[in-house]
Nanobody, 115 residues
Framework: QVQVVESGGGLVQPGGSLTLSCAASRTIFSITSMGWNRQAPGKEREWVALIISGGSANYSDSVKGRTTISRDNAKNTVHLQMNSLKPEDTGVYYC?????????WGQGTQVTVSS
């Protein structure tokens, strides 16, 4: 079992930035990968980014170039830094952790990009 807790969401103006955090209850050395999905109202959930245990990261085309996912191993935490935010980035962001073949999800944190 892995508990996953997101934080850092809020209201941001277009062009602004924010950093989401995801804390895991187990050392992330034992977790295969961690990542983020998001879901806007009325739309399908969309994968955003992931980082594997070796440190390699991947991003969706919609956020590539303005988003960085990183790990803080000492705090068992993954961060998602998003810059140049757009209204279409609005949604509930869910963190996940893959451990022993199962994907554990956080409760989600709301991100709203609006002027």
């Amino acid at each position: 079992q892995v508990q996953v807790v997101e934080s850092g969401g809020g209201l941001v103006q277009p062009g602004g930035s924010l950093t989401l955090s995801c804390a895991a209850s187990r050392t992330i050395f034992s977790i295969t990968s961690m990542g983020w999905n998001r879901q806007a109202p009325g739309k399908e959930r969309e994968w955003v980014a992931l980082i594997i245990s070796g440190g390699s990261a991947n991003y969706s085309d919609s956020v590539k170039g303005r988003t960085t996912i990183s790990r803080d191993n000492a705090k068992n935490t993954v961060h998602l830094q998003m810059n140049s935010l757009k209204p279409e980035d609005t949604g509930v962001y869910y963190c996940y952790a893959d451990y022993r073949g199962f994907r554990y999800w956080g409760q989600g944190t709301q991100v709203t990009v609006s002027s």
